[in-house]
């Protein structure tokens, strides 16, 4: 069956990193826009950042640019999601999605076209 598992969370200070993994199996991800969402307790579910699965162009949400880069390794069937500089609201569970949609904002701001979920890791930023 179709798996999208997620990995790499954890517990960090402020100011310091993960990298957070995407791993799929049942599923070829060069065929799909990948996508990060997280979601906090008494939140909804927000898009960080999304990959195209033709040119690879991205988005970040804007509270997260500059300090999180997403990518991918088509050959390893998987994607990542690098986060730098962690402020204590960027806690939340992290994720991955793979979907057919038009653009990365279509998938990020609309959450158009998904078709698979993962299952989410725990980011914590805490002092």
């Known amino acids: 069956q179709v798996q999208l598992v997620e990995s790499g969370g954890g517990l960090v200070q402020p100011g310091g990193s993960l990298r957070l993994s995407c791993a799929a199996s049942?599923?070829?991800?060069?065929?799909?826009?990948i996508g990060w969402f997280r979601q906090a307790p008494g939140k909804e579910r927000e898009g960080v950042s999304c990959?195209?699965?033709?040119?690879?162009?991205?988005y970040y949400a804007d509270s997260v640019k500059g300090r999180f880069t997403i990518s991918r390794d088509n050959a390893k069937n998987t994607a990542y999601l690098q986060v730098d500089s962690l402020k204590p609201e960027d806690t939340a569970n992290y994720y991955c999605?793979?979907?057919?949609?038009?653009?990365?904002?279509?998938?990020?701001?609309?959450?158009?076209?998904?078709?698979?979920w993962g299952q989410g890791t725990q980011v914590t930023v805490s002092s």
């Open positions: 999605t793979a979907a057919i949609t038009p653009t990365v904002q279509s998938l990020c701001v609309a959450r158009f076209g998904v078709k698979y």
């Open positions: 049942g599923l070829t991800l060069d065929y799909y826009t």
């Open positions: 990959i195209s699965s033709l040119d690879n162009s991205t």
